[in-house]
């Protein structure tokens, strides 16, 4: 094992926590502030990733492709707000969770009858292809470095947001109390409609980055949506902060265990059998960890105010 | 969800006639029509049906239905169909583990089962069954002959499949022909989308070659994320990981890719000269492989019902084994575990007018059939 193999797979542990980031954080705002669970969060995950790959392939560009990704997931988030989450609120997890699944069917069935069922070509843009050397010999893809960079602005741009302005200010005053706060005569409405509008485009933006490294198709959203829901649980739901520990967490015990975990097996058992067992053992890991986190704090790492 | 094809009613009203030995065959095909396996599923629904539509057989119903690449929905579908719908054959299962959850059932209820494309090794020795026909290959054979090329060009590989029982089947099949050092055996999560970890180990391991099985969405992600690693290992696999579905989404980072395949697009035989433009008219793009076995698939139940009824199982199964159709793969015949014997080929990516698709190399087995056969005494 080279110190190259090693820097990379950390690389890669921190990338797949930053898209994890993107993710857990719109659901975990959504949760926070409104107490609603979101199933149809990855929904508006693969909507992001439709917009950009349709427009990228009609324009040519990806950068107008991750426009209209922003767009398109806000718009959709901001629609399914006003006609069928709203109507929600007031009601138990229960009926959020079954009318937000509906929505899952209803997305996925409507993009299949506009894209049809075969996956959509979605390529790096020119600027970010290739590999670039990093030191310690190690060779690393331009484009996850971009993603672990448009992560971090995107952690830094929310942490600025919700500390630093008066949108911030209103949504954590929603979070802690949300009567008072419309009874300061706060637009409560508006507020709870624009927060989830942001936290679909931050899932749009994770699917349209996201598609470009993968297979942009129908159903794309529900295995990332079940890992955002390991990594705020872990994190502590509606805690921002505990969204990117819980992500960057979730991402490097999953690529590590990858990785680390058939290499130690293949010392006791014979190498075939330890890419089997260790594969299956590392697919188990983050829920093992989730479990161990909940056992010794079992309202996640930062458990926002109740 | 469903498609009833028919018209009954003018082969009843021509009576007996010209149609004197067609028994009404009533068929239940169950493949993946949603998620992210929903492209192999369409194929094979789109090759099925072509070659019902070319024969003209009235008397063939057909009954579709969406699995979701889930066993315990198809496993429901299947006794829907079997009960309620009271099919005769039952079709399609793109996946084994889900083929593994249907067919012993089915077969145990008398129903025929003729497989387009899933073919686990559990089902081709000793459990084999005098019901269960495949259509397409035994699971293990296009990864045997990459294991046989791969012996004669390369020294060191690393191999890599998910972890279910036709990745099994695929490392297993390769390992068998393969003579050269393994770099290490990597079994990945089955719908796994992030390949970041597993080609860092390729990148390390200091493989002269990778024989990757990712088929559908897995492939298309592992290969994107390849071009842009900068590891220049070359990558082979079977057929599927380059195959018509996913090439498109792929991209050009396929290019000069080699795999193996028992059909290619421009093999050279009557059949396939017919074969690829009739698709090609009917439904607007390239067929993949697994049209090509759910084509022949349907043919195979074509010819056997025009010879036997399917009322007389055995007569049936008889009918079927002959194999008397003309394939787009060129020659075919069943082997005694009711598994195909055929050639296959080694191919390679190539662009030709700015598609992508596939080309024949050369030939790797000639009359080729699978290793479990010797088992099967049923």
């Keep these: 094992m080279t110190l190259a193999l090693v820097i990379e797979q950390v690389l890669n542990g921190v990338q797949l926590g930053v898209m994890l980031f993107l993710m857990a954080a719109g659901l975990t705002l959504i949760f926070g502030v409104m107490g609603l669970i979101n199933l149809a969060h990855g929904s508006l995950y693969m909507v992001g990733a439709f917009a950009c790959a349709s427009v990228a392939a009609l324009t040519g560009s990806f950068w107008l492709g991750l426009v209209a990704s922003l767009a398109a997931a806000a718009a959709a988030g901001a629609l399914i707000e006003i006609t069928v989450i709203r109507r929600l609120y007031q009601r138990d997890h229960l009926d959020q969770v079954l009318a937000t699944f509906a929505l899952i069917l209803i997305f996925s069935e409507g993009t299949r009858w506009l894209f049809g069922s075969f996956p959509l070509y979605l390529d790096i843009p020119p600027l970010l292809q290739g590999a670039v050397g990093l030191p310690g010999g190690a060779q690393y893809p331009l484009y996850r470095l971009a993603i672990i960079l448009a992560g971090a602005l995107v952690a830094f741009g929310l942490y600025a947001l919700i500390s630093r302005t008066r949108l911030g200010m209103r949504i954590r005053a929603g979070e802690s109390d949300r009567e008072m706060i419309a009874a300061l005569g706060v637009d409560i409405r508006t507020l709870y409609t624009l927060v989830f509008a942001l936290g679909a485009a931050l899932a749009g933006l994770a699917g349209a980055m996201v598609g470009a490294l993968q297979s942009v198709q129908v159903g794309m959203g529900e295995p990332v949506l079940i890992l955002a829901f390991v990594v705020i649980v872990i994190g502590g739901i509606g805690s921002i902060k505990g969204a990117l520990i819980g992500a960057l967490l979730v991402g490097s015990v999953d690529t590590l265990g990858r990785f680390l975990l058939p290499q130690l097996l293949a010392l006791v058992v014979p190498p075939d059998q330890a890419g089997l067992i260790g594969g299956a053992l590392a697919s188990m890991l983050i829920y093992i960890l989730m479990a161990i986190i909940l056992a010794v704090k079992p309202r996640g790492l930062f458990p926002a105010q109740a | ?378």
């Design chain 2, 1 to 378: 969800m469903k498609t009833f094809l028919k018209a009954a009613t003018l082969a009843l009203t021509l009576g007996a006639s010209s149609l004197a030995m067609a028994e009404p065959v009533k068929i239940g095909l169950i493949t993946t029509l949603s998620g992210g396996g929903a492209g192999l599923g369409v194929d094979t629904r789109d090759g099925f049906m072509l070659a019902i539509k070319q024969s003209g057989n009235k008397d063939i119903t057909v009954v579709t239905e969406d699995d979701a690449q889930k066993p315990e929905l198809a496993v429901q579908i299947a006794d829907k169909m079997i009960q309620s719908d009271k099919v005769d054959i039952l079709t399609g299962i793109v996946w084994s583990n889900l083929l593994m959850a249907v067919v012993p059932g089915a077969v145990a209820q008398g129903k025929i089962y003729v497989s387009t494309n899933a073919a686990p090794a559990a089902l081709a020795g000793e459990k084999c069954d005098p019901l269960y026909f495949n259509a397409a290959y035994q699971n293990d054979n296009l990864h045997e002959a990459m294991g046989e090329y791969a012996s004669k060009v390369y020294k060191k590989t690393f191999i890599m499949a998910p972890n279910y029982p036709a990745g099994k089947d695929s490392l297993t099949g390769f390992k068998r022909y393969y003579k050269g050092e393994l770099a290490s055996e990597v079994y990945t999560k089955v719908g796994q989308t992030d390949y970041a970890a597993e080609i860092a180990q390729i990148r390390a391991s200091g493989a002269d070659a990778a024989f990757v099985f990712l088929p559908g969405g897995m492939g298309i992600a592992f290969m994107k994320q390849y071009a842009q690693s900068g590891v220049k290992i070359p990558v082979i696999g079977p057929g599927f990981s380059f195959s018509q579905d996913v090439l498109p989404a792929i991209g050009d980072a396929a290019l000069g890719a080699k795999a193996s395949g028992q059909w290619a697009k421009d093999l050279d035989n009557a059949a396939n000269k017919k074969f690829v433009p009739a698709f090609q008219a009917e439904y607007g793009r390239l067929p993949s492989i697994y049209a090509v076995q759910a084509y022949d698939a349907a043919q195979l139940i074509l010819s056997a019902a025009s010879k036997a009824s399917v009322k007389d199982v055995k007569a049936f199964t008889a009918e079927l084994n002959k194999a008397d159709i003309q394939s787009p793969r060129g020659k075919f015949k069943f082997n005694t575990n009711r598994h195909p014997i055929q050639d296959i080929y080694l191919t390679e990516v190539v662009k030709e007018n700015g598609t992508l698709t596939n080309k024949i190399v050369e030939t790797i087995f000639t009359d080729h059939g699978d290793a479990y056969a010797k088992d099967c005494k049923k």
